[in-house]
């Protein structure tokens, strides 16, 4: 039997193993595939799905998007496994908008706290340096990154699933970072936190300045690769998708 290529970036149509890549078509649905074993049953189309989010008849507005979020954050490799990735972007863009703007506002707040804290003659009142107006700014700005950051990723993951021969067209991509949007919601959390109450500590205790300062670059470090980590979670998950 003739071997067929891992992968087709270029065949939307073909049936891929989802362990592999490999090229099922023409192969029964209760067999094996040739290249790495895996049941051609578990790569079957109908395992995947729309998520309650975009099932409107199913939950009330908040559950579906309190539910979703929660799917996304402590199961994302199940998430993303069981994710219809052909599905339209209607629904998960509005998913998407609402995290980044709970995560830009949290942001934003985290970052006015701390520029107001740092910024020299700064008092122990808050918005004694920058007005709170400026956290809109800070948000907005943080919104507009967020958006422009994520519209790049996308093309590049694109571009380098195309080079690597990986099934990862744009449309798949974006759908798949609409729902990764969740994952900013944890990160803008404790960032929001970890400044709120540092705040109110080196008002009492400025001696601590270095202590928050190590914990604040540990986080972005930590958070950069939780979100890689999640990232990488989703598209290895819908690389192979058939549906």
């Not at 490999?22 to 079957?44: F, I, M, N, Q």
């Not at 395992?47 to 939950?59: F, G, K």
């Not at 990735?85 to 934003?108: C, D, K, M, N, P």
């Not at 996308?154 to 990764?180: C, F, K, M």
């Amino acid at each position: 039997m003739s071997r067929a290529p891992a992968t087709d970036a270029s065949g939307e149509s073909h049936w891929l193993c989802e362990g592999c890549g490999y090229v099922l078509d023409g192969l029964p649905t209760e067999s094996r595939c040739p290249e790495c074993g895996k049941h051609t049953s578990e790569s079957a189309g109908d395992l995947r799905s729309l998520p309650l989010w975009e099932r409107p008849q199913d939950a009330s507005f908040f559950q579906r998007f309190a539910i979703t979020t929660v799917q996304v954050i402590f199961r994302p490799s199940h998430f993303y496994r069981s994710l219809a990735t052909r599905g339209s972007r209607e629904q998960s863009a509005v998913f998407a908008r609402i995290h980044w703007t709970i995560a830009s506002i949290l942001f934003g707040i985290a970052a006015w706290l701390h520029f107001d804290w740092s910024a020299p003659g700064s008092a122990s009142a808050i918005g004694a340096v920058w007005p709170w107006w400026t956290a809109i700014l800070l948000a907005a700005a943080s919104y507009l990154f967020l958006t422009l950051t994520l519209a790049l990723a996308a093309r590049l993951t694109t571009w380098e699933a195309n080079y690597r021969g990986i099934r990862l067209p744009l449309s798949v991509v974006r759908r798949g970072l609409d729902y990764h949007a969740a994952h900013y919601l944890p990160v803008a959390i404790v960032a929001a936190l970890t400044v709120g109450t540092s705040r109110a500590i080196l008002v009492h205790h400025p001696d601590l300045v270095m202590q928050y300062i190590y914990l604040l670059s540990a986080e972005v470090i930590l958070a950069a690769l939780y979100l890689l980590v999640t990232y990488w979670k989703a598209m290895r998950n819908m690389r192979y998708a058939s549906r």
